[in-house]
């Protein structure tokens, strides 16, 4: 079998690095069959509960036939979902380690699986997240032959592995192994481009990564031929889908920067300066791009799991003072080659966008930001390097928007600069002067926005008091009079302050004030032992941090200080009192539990005295402190070990809870107990969720919860379960990700009455965790964020949100089995500069809908704007595939709009019924222009030319749209010349006077009906000799007839006859009636289903 088809040098390198990527256990001696290891380490988990299943797979379908072991399989698949689990992971292994039966294994794979893959699908993320490094490498050429298979399966959720192996692809790396696993990916890619077309965040981050990438791969000839090969799909990418693209933000400007002098890239950038609409109708220029915030995915993406993790255990477990021998490990591991010096954008970039610490590590003695940023500069050995890292530090400064940017995004750089005054005046020199001359060099003709958001950013951080004053900074002895003069030029307002610099924290995270100690490299010999970080990982949680991609801080043995609860002591009872001590002294976790039982049996004695509740409160609030450290969901998901996650002491209230009645004293009394906990520990909130959610005792108690809300302070369960979702949110992204379709679905009135919770799940999920949801969705499991009577509300309220949320948002919404008509009426709220994500989603959703009434309606009643081509696009697909049904629509929409009965012929000529008239139907009318100009400039067979405009005529509309009513005309024109045969007319002959009417001595006109219409259609058709083939000739029918219908008398009469042969032809189109079957050959004057006679 064949595992790799067109791969090139590199990956013929990582195959020999692989040993021929034949055969199981290839690697280092003393390895698994998964894993590398040592003799000295202990069995991984994973890799012997995946070998345990594959052992399972291999004794059932060993020495027997084929059938028979698909039999065996099935049958071992339904008796229940461990069962399930087993043979899909046991199948999944043998495909990794078994190259010669995979072709064999992902077959019976694909027929066993009950979930879509989805079992195997978390299983690779895990893998890629967490044991990637340590994965043999013919492991690692059979996950990628794994995903490929995959893809080319369409499997829902493989767009998510796909992203998590992206950014495994390391930056400034060109070692043999990386270079394959960036080839093989990009092959995958560019293979299955339809399949990727189909994710706009797929689309998006691909085009980020390799944009990125493209900068390493220079020099060989493998490397020059790998390059070329990004660049074209990049180019690809951003030429046919540049609003997907457009969803990265400023960082693109930045990356497409780097490779400028590409030729390829070169045109773009001409593009993106000099017309922009050639990229797409909705870009209207770079600096719609440059204002966009960057999604913290999107800079989380070129951190490998590792680097990630290395950098979160640095700034949230390191203390300042002690970094050195971290900082030198990182550097040897992924800084120490020429290569590298590309990464320190990336990793700056990461620190400043995501790396946002709470007010609880900020106001410790954690290393800061600015410290490692401040390392990171001086390590740069190469000046474009330097620049580059300056450029990644200040890029938020540009155009920074207090509305839309965060204060911690450009805090960093203003403490590098300060803290590197005394110790390093040369750093602080260098960025004062870089952000001085950035602002007329960036780019000249944004020199006046550049100057404003470097100067909001300045105002910003006096404003937040990240610094009380600048001119300690600006106007510093230190730094040379050339320097001074242009800090004084550029930024007066800054530069005179009477009270040296003070730092203080308000609402907003900033860091605190301490003297920066990096101190010199030495040469002395590192402890690899000392300096290496565990593999055994977890997350410490602390408040405000959201992490990415479910990776973890590391483990670390962490030192527990004594707990003081001795001023609480003494306020309880002797028995009381007696028990908490117990509780303390508790050695293992069923010892505490009984003990913790017999408290809450004291609690519900009679004669309790419910004073003592709240210092009993406070008495576990410091004794069960480690319970609300670290995550609280299982990694392992499965019955058993759900259950024993709530095996804590604490969840004994709850339990005891959901034992009692509702009406029982003792109820209320643990629900007093609780809210005085609540009070102390608000994380109580969120465990009480997942007990009523994961333990089996509490199977359909989850309304407890409502009486929890309503016994706290708060009082009101919407407010309560806001707060503890958010709590939630900060603490554990996987909880949040567990609990959202049970509280979607138990307080469906409380979670959609806003879109509070939806921004909580969008703002931090992974591509993983929104494929889970997108499943649970359209299982049927829960309607988890929109229903028909909120969903126009919600997505209203998203448009606000950053990019990548919206995306998420409306890859939910896609999910729910909800009418697009439901959502239409938003089209009149969005703007197209302001709200470019909501009008990309509705425009692809639909051209995939046939038009309705209410869809024309609304798309029609947009305002019309040159630069706004939302109208235009739908309206011109709509005619290339539904031409018929769209003028229906059009049809009835003017006649609502325009229709005065005759008799009031005179009132239309008052000036204010003529306003009345133009401002009900004057958008419609712009629209249609515009499709005409549309269709005619991209030169469609379906538009007959129109030829210049009529003389200026009386009325406001004519007048505004002389070629549009022109082409009518001639279209007119045309026809009657074809058809011009009076002894074929079935009409009543009359002397036809200016446009062909006549009038009558009634005053009305006898209309003349052309008899042979075909003629004249093709003409109209280009050749096409159907008036149908036409998508705008049916829009012409009606829209001629209906735009005039104000116009007076005359101009009426013209049009019914116009649209009454233009109906004859349509008619004779479909019944295939010849042009021998006119009138007088044969056949009766009157088309068939045509009206009779005249108007």
């Not at 021929?20 to 998964?34: H, K, T, Y």
């Not at 004073?611 to 480690?626: I, M, P, R």
């Amino acid at each position: 079998m064949e595992l790799q088809k067109g791969k090139g040098a590199a990956a013929a390198a990582a195959s020999g690095a692989a040993g021929g990527g034949g055969g199981a256990g290839a690697g280092a001696p003393g390895g698994g069959r998964l894993l590398l290891s040592t003799s000295l380490d202990a069995k991984d988990e994973l890799e012997e509960r995946l070998e345990r299943c594959m052992s399972i797979v291999t004794s059932m379908t060993t020495g027997v036939s084929e059938r028979e072991a698909n039999d065996a399989l099935n049958a071992h698949v339904c008796k229940g979902p461990p069962q399930h689990e087993e043979i899909c992971l046991g199948l999944f292994t043998l495909v990794l380690t078994e190259p010669a039966q995979a072709q064999k294994c992902y077959r019976d794979l694909a027929l066993v699986s009950r979930d879509g893959m989805n079992i195997v699908l978390n299983k690779i993320n895990q893998i890629l997240m967490e044991k990637y490094l340590k994965l043999q490498d013919t492991c690692r050429t059979q996950l990628v032959w794994l995903v490929r298979e995959l893809v080319k399966s369409g499997v829902l959720g493989a767009d998510g592995v796909c992203m998590t192996f992206m950014k495994q692809i390391a930056g400034g790396d060109v070692t043999a192994k990386n270079i394959w696993l960036a080839e093989s990916v990009l092959d995958i890619l560019t293979e299955q481009r339809e399949w990727v077309l189909k994710s706009s965040i797929l689309i998006a981050m691909a085009v980020y990564t390799y944009l990125r990438l493209i900068v390493d791969h220079h020099g060989t000839a493998q490397l020059q031929a790998l390059r070329q090969k990004e660049v074209d799909f990049c180019m690809s990418l951003l030429r046919e889908r540049f609003m997907e693209c457009l969803m990265i933000g400023r960082d693109l400007v930045r990356l497409l920067q780097n490779v400028a002098r590409i030729p390829e890239f070169e045109l773009l950038w001409k593009d993106i300066i000099h017309n922009p609409q050639a990229l797409s109708p909705q870009f209207t220029g770079i600096l719609q791009l440059l204002q966009s915030r960057t999604s913290r995915k999107f800079l989380a993406c070129r951190l490998t799991p590792d680097m990630e993790t290395k950098l979160l255990f640095m700034t949230s477990r390191v203390r300042f003072g002690q970094q050195k021998r971290y900082q030198d490990w990182f550097q040897r591991q992924y800084l120490s080659t020429p290569d590298s010096q590309s990464l320190r954008c990336d990793l700056i970039r990461y620190i400043c966008g995501v790396v946002h610490p709470s007010n609880e590590v900020l106001s410790s003695d954690i290393l800061p930001r600015w410290a490692i940023i401040g390392w990171l500069l001086t390590t740069c050995t190469s000046n474009v390097a330097a620049s580059n890292a300056k450029l990644a530090l200040f890029y938020d400064w540009l155009f920074f928007s207090p509305d839309k940017d965060s204060i911690m995004n450009i805090e960093p750089a203003i403490l590098v600069m300060h803290h590197s005054m005394k110790p390093h005046p040369a750093i602080t020199a260098t960025l004062l002067d870089f952000m001085c001359r950035i602002i007329p060099n960036f780019y000249p003709p944004l020199e006046g926005h550049v100057r404003q958001g470097v100067f909001s950013s300045l105002n910003h951080i006096v404003e937040k008091r990240v610094l009380a004053h600048l001119a300690p900074l600006f106007d510093n002895p230190k730094l040379d009079k050339e320097l001074r003069a242009m800090l004084r030029e550029k930024f007066p307002e800054f530069c005179s302050s009477p009270s040296p610099p003070v730092e203080v924290k308000l609402e907003e995270p900033v860091s605190v004030e301490m003297d920066n100690h990096m101190s010199d490299k030495d040469e002395g010999c590192y402890d690899n032992a000392e300096a290496a970080f565990s593999d055994d990982e977890e997350d410490l949680g602390s408040r405000g941090k959201k992490r990415e991609f479910r990776f973890h801080p590391i483990k670390e043995t962490v030192v527990e200080e004594p707990v003081d609860i001795t001023p609480y002591l003494d306020q309880l009872d002797e028995s009381l009192r007696d028990k908490v001590l117990q509780l303390q002294k508790g050695s293992d976790t069923e010892a505490q539990c009984e003990v913790m039982q017999e408290i809450v049996d004291q609690v519900l004695e009679e004669d309790f005295d419910s004073e003592q509740l709240s210092v009993l409160a406070s008495c576990l609030q410091e004794l069960f402190k480690a319970h609300f450290r670290g995550e609280v969901l299982p990694e392992e998901i499965t019955e058993e070990s759900l259950e024993e996650s709530v095996g804590k002491p604490l969840y004994l209230i709850f339990r005891n809870l959901c034992q009692m009645q509702e009406d029982n004293s003792s109820f209320s009394l643990l629900l007093d107990l609780l809210s005085e906990l609540y009070q102390k520990q608000p994380k109580i909130g969120y465990h009480l969720l997942y007990y009523l959610r994961a333990s089996k005792a509490a199977a359909g108690k989850m309304n407890l919860y409502e009486s929890f809300a309503q016994a706290t302070q708060l009082g009101d369960l919407h407010t309560c379960l806001m707060m503890d979702m958010k709590a939630c949110q900060e603490d554990d992204v996987r909880l949040l990700c567990h609990l959202t379709p049970s509280i979607y679905t138990e307080f469906p009135d409380e979670t959609l009455r806003s879109g509070e919770l939806l921004n909580m799940i969008v703002a931090v999920i992974d591509s993983a965790q929104l494929q889970e949801l997108v499943c649970h969705v359209m299982m049927g499991k829960t309607w988890l964020c929109f229903r028909k009577d909120s969903v126009l509300k919600h997505t209203h309220l998203g448009t606000d949100w950053e990019t990548f949320e919206q995306y998420c948002a409306w890859q939910l919404f896609l999910a729910h089995n909800i009418p697009l008509e439901t959502i239409i009426p938003i089209l009149q709220h969005l703007k197209y500069k302001e709200h470019p994500e909501a009008l990309s989603c509705l425009l692809l959703q639909l051209r995939r809908e046939k038009p309705s009434e209410e869809m024309v309606k609304m798309v029609l009643s947009r305002p019309c704007n040159p630069d706004d081509q939302f109208t235009t696009s739908i309206l011109r697909h709509w005619c290339m595939k539904h031409d018929e049904l769209l003028a229906e629509h059009i049809k009835s929409l003017l006649i609502k709009n325009n229709s005065l009965p005759p008799a009031r012929g005179r009132a239309l000529r008052s000036s204010s019924s003529k306003l009345a008239h133009a401002d009900s139907g004057a958008d419609p009318l712009e629209h249609l222009d515009n499709l005409r100009l549309n269709l005619t400039n991209t030169k469609q067979n379906c538009m007959y030319h129109a030829p210049s405009a009529t003389p200026a005529q009386t009325q406001s509309w004519r007048r505004g749209f002389s070629d549009l009513f022109s082409l009518a005309e001639e279209y007119e024109g045309l026809i009657h010349q074809a058809t011009q045969e009076p002894e074929e007319s079935s009409s009543v002959p009359a002397p036809r006077r200016g446009r062909g009417l006549s009038r009558r001595p009634s005053g009305k006109p006898r209309v003349r009906v052309p008899a042979r219409p075909l003629g004249a259609a093709a003409k109209l058709a280009g050749g096409a000799g159907d008036l149908a083939a036409g998508p705008l000739a049916a829009l012409l029918a009606t829209f001629d007839f209906l735009g005039m219908l104000h116009l007076g008398p005359r101009l009426r009469w013209f049009a019914a006859d116009f649209a009454l042969f233009a109906l004859r032809a349509r008619v004779r189109c479909k019944h295939g009636l010849s042009e021998s079957a006119a009138p007088g050959r044969g056949r009766s004057a009157t088309t068939p289903g045509a009206p009779e006679g005249g108007c």
